[in-house]
Nanobody
Framework: QVQLVESGGGLVQAGGSLRLSCAAS?????????????MAWFRQAPGKEREFVGA????????DYADSVKGRFTISRDNAKSTVYLQMNSLKPEDTAVYYC?????????????????WGQGAQVTVSS
């Protein structure tokens, strides 16, 4: 079993900040398994398709971001906790969406939903204007 548990969503005013966390457990959560894993964040707004936000290649801590969030969002990871974070600054109303954590062992960079095997339950982020 593989589990990804997200936390940290909520309501914030435009220009504010939020941090999402995603803790991995199970087969993909051991320190050995994480070495070969990419963890990513996607988001889905009402009526829209799920879109890539950013990803981190666990072993090398290399990151990749969508142009829409570059310079505002930062992905980091805590190896000891098998946890990935999404720090979101300068939030805009258009960032409002359900944010999903994903994990897998795709190539790099990996920006499509199909490339990720495991998904979290989603965390609502609402940015008011």
């Amino acid at each position: 079993q593989v589990q990804l548990v997200e936390s940290g969503g909520g309501l914030v005013q435009a220009g504010g900040s939020l941090r999402l966390s995603c803790a991995a457990s199970g087969r993909i959560g051991s320190s050995y398994s994480m070495a070969y894993t990419t963890m990513a964040w996607f988001r889905q707004a009402p009526g829209k398709e799920r879109e890539f936000v950013g990803a981190i290649r666990w072993s090398f801590s290399v990151t990749d971001y969508a142009d829409s969030v570059k310079g505002r969002f930062t992905i980091s990871r805590d190896n000891a906790k098998s946890t990935v974070y999404l720090q979101m600054n300068s939030l805009k109303p258009e960032d409002t969406a359900v944010y999903y954590c994903a994990a897998g062992r795709p190539g790099w960079p990996s920006r499509t939903v199909q490339e990720y095997e495991y998904w979290g339950q989603g965390a609502q982020v609402t940015v008011s204007s």
